[in-house]
């Protein structure tokens, strides 16, 4: 079957060098190179197919809405049989794609804070459809005591994952070290007798500025953050 894919593979790079340029079409091409490596166990090329998909974005069409549909997608296998219909749309495409990148990096998330961080980012996507996979995440912040993620304030602004992750700084969620505002003066870490008032005020007003923002578009918020932090997730799944 690995040799089934490997033909695949080829065949579409053929249609893209042999094809007239049309953007869509390279497009469909992308998605379907990211399917081949999944399928091969190449995450890396995978994960790099998916968002060069992504930046056709803004030329699908915007079609219906799509809520709630991407957990109930499917990942490809290497089963010679596997086919999903799905509208050829903006938000379910960019659900499948977020879909898949979560499945690949969330065996990773247990090497480093920059895979925990990519994943709350991308959990955010068609909300909640990937909740149970912020919920893994967040266990694993739990378990490593913080988290150091310098994107968060820039693409995370989803008010149910602000919430728990302001909850795990509190004495009740365990008083961890969240050092995920930029600039702040200082990690957020339990303390007595008001030693680091300073530092927990900076960052409840960091998070009141996040909650702020919950109203903006988190699908060009998503795009914008895999087109232009590919290398964060590429280095994911070296």
């Known amino acids: 079957q690995a040799g089934q894919f490997r033909e695949c593979l080829q065949e579409v790079r053929e249609y893209v060098f042999n094809s007239s340029g049309d953007s869509l079409d390279r497009a469909w091409a992308n998605i379907k190179l990211c399917i081949a490596h999944f399928c091969m166990g190449d995450y890396r090329s995978a994960a790099q197919s998916a ?3 992504l930046g056709f974005y803004d030329q699908l069409t915007s079609g219906k809405d799509c809520s709630g549909q991407t957990s109930q997608l499917t990942q490809p296998t290497q089963r010679t049989r596997h086919i999903r219909f799905m509208e050829y749309t903006r938000g379910c495409m960019l659900g499948y794609c977020c879909k898949l990148l979560t499945s690949v990096l969330q065996d990773r998330i247990g090497g480093g804070d920059m895979a925990v961080g990519n994943m709350l980012v991308l959990s955010q996507c068609d909300w909640p459809s990937l909740r149970d996979q912020v919920y893994l995440t967040l266990h694993r912040i739990k378990m490593k005591q913080g988290l150091n993620y310098p994107l968060f304030t820039q ?3 989803n ?9 795990l700084t509190t004495p009740n969620g ?7 505002v930029p600039g702040a003066r200082g990690q957020v870490r339990p303390g007595t007798r008001g030693a680091n008032r300073g ?6 007003i960091a998070m009141m ?5 919950s109203h903006e578009d988190v699908n060009k918020l998503l795009v914008e953050f895999l087109t232009k932090n590919t290398e964060y997730i590429l280095q994911c799944l070296s």
């Open 209 to 213: 500025k996040q909650a702020a923002r």
């Open 199 to 204: 530092e927990k005020e900076d960052f409840k």
């Open 159 to 167: 008010m149910d994952i602000i919430e728990e992750l302001t909850y």
């Open 174 to 180: 365990g008083g961890l070290t969240l050092d995920i």
């Open 51 to 53: 968002v060069d998909y």
């Open 155 to 157: 693409y995370v602004i």
